[in-house]
């Protein structure tokens, strides 16, 4: 069946350092992906999405490429900052076999220290 | 505009007991989740809705949880003679048929 796996956390990074989150799935069909985001004490909400091959997703300064042929979405950003200590999730959707039904990793905390 | 709300936000229940959480989603949305979210631990898929179909069932970890929807929109998650390892926050999502998941607050339960 579809799965989604994600890097291993924790990760502790200091303020303005590049961050890359991987992540890889497993699909029979055509997906659509996706990172969603926890900050602490609230619920989850989306970061930002892809809906075809090549497809780059991108916000808050976030971004993620829909790679089909490594069946990759790692997400990345080039300098964070300490509000983006928070718990990302990837996933998936693939209508073809699952209608709308989202399957996520088991997510990535992360801390960005001052 | 209103997002997915959730009731209570917060219930402790005693073990044995049965709960109910309420779960509104966004007006015109076909499909509805309930995961579940222990301390420190990533979602666990309990059941999809998707309009008049029947529901996906398959993550529901024992025949102690239920859940329905009524109308197509309002659910109820019931979590009959409660236990300690049902402690964990309850997360509603709904979703028009785009993907894109939007989630509501969730509904803390502590089972003592």
């Known amino acids: 069946g579809d799965s989604v796996t994600q890097m291993e956390g924790p990760v502790t990074l200091s303020e303005e350092a590049f961050l890359t989150i991987n992540c890889t799935y497993t699909?029979?069909?055509?997906?659509?992906l996706f990172w969603y985001v926890q900050y602490p004490g609230e619920g989850l909400q989306l970061l930002l999405k892809?809906?075809?091959?090549?497809d780059k997703g991108s916000n808050k300064g976030f971004e993620a490429t829909y790679r089909k042929e490594t069946t990759s979405f790692h997400l990345e950003k080039g300098s964070v900052q300490v509000s983006d200590s928070a718990v990302y999730f990837c996933?998936?959707?693939?209508?073809?076999?699952?209608?709308?039904?989202?399957?996520f990793g088991p997510g990535t905390s992360l801390s960005v220290i001052p | 505009g209103a997002g997915v709300s959730q009731s209570p936000s917060n219930k402790v229940t005693e073990k044995g007991k049965d709960v109910e959480l309420r779960c509104d989603p966004i007006?015109?949305?076909?499909?509805l989740y309930w995961y579940r979210q222990s301390l420190g631990q990533g979602l666990e898929f309990l059941i999809y809705?998707?309009?008049?179909?029947?529901?996906?069932k398959s993550g529901l970890p024992s025949d102690r949880f239920s859940a329905e929807r009524t109308g197509g929109s309002v659910s109820t998650l019931t979590i009959q003679r409660t236990q300690q390892e049902d402690s964990a926050v309850y997360l509603c999502?709904?979703?028009?048929?785009?993907?894109?998941?939007?989630f509501g607050p969730g509904t803390r339960l502590t089972v003592l």
């Open positions: 999502a709904s979703t028009p048929m785009a993907d894109t998941q939007y």
């Open positions: 699909a029979t069909g055509y997906p659509s």
């Open positions: 892809a809906t075809k091959a090549d």
């Open positions: 996933a998936l959707s693939d209508r073809q076999t699952s209608y709308d039904k989202v399957i």
């Open positions: 007006s015109g949305h076909t499909a």
């Open positions: 809705f998707q309009g008049n179909s029947a529901p996906d």
